[in-house]
Nanobody
């Protein structure tokens, strides 16, 4: 199983980025997908998750109304559209997958990507 993130970078506060996570080596349409982030010196935290068919989503309170998670099962890819970015959104963003339902704990996910750096300047 391989998950490869892309789309990170440096952006000013108030700007937008779109992250992508391409999956291979698994039946993509069977699994929930999630984004987590980790800032320097902090624990990894849940950002957003989406069910296998996109019918259910979940977001951390800190990103509700600003971030949108989506998936394209035909392309084996999950996306995270991030708008109105804040300096507190800075961190390494990683995608993860698990079979069956959405969870918010990192330990509930089976496979992880290497992550992509997002830096939001003030």
């Amino acid at each position: 199983v391989q998950l490869v993130e892309s789309g990170g970078g440096l952006v000013q506060a108030g700007g937008s980025l779109r992250l992508s996570c391409a999956a291979s080596g698994l039946t993509f349409g069977n699994g929930a997908m999630a984004w987590f982030r980790q800032a320097p010196g902090k624990e990894r935290e849940f950002v957003a998750a989406i069910s296998w068919n996109g019918g259910s989503t979940a977001y951390a309170d800190s990103v509700k109304g600003r971030f949108t998670i989506s998936r394209d099962n035909a392309k084996n890819t999950v996306y995270l559209q991030m708008n109105s970015l804040k300096p507190d959104d800075t961190g390494v963003y990683s995608c993860a997958t698990r079979y069956f339902t959405i969870r918010q704990a990192p330990g509930d996910y089976d496979y992880w990507g290497q992550g992509t750096q997002v830096t939001v300047s003030s």
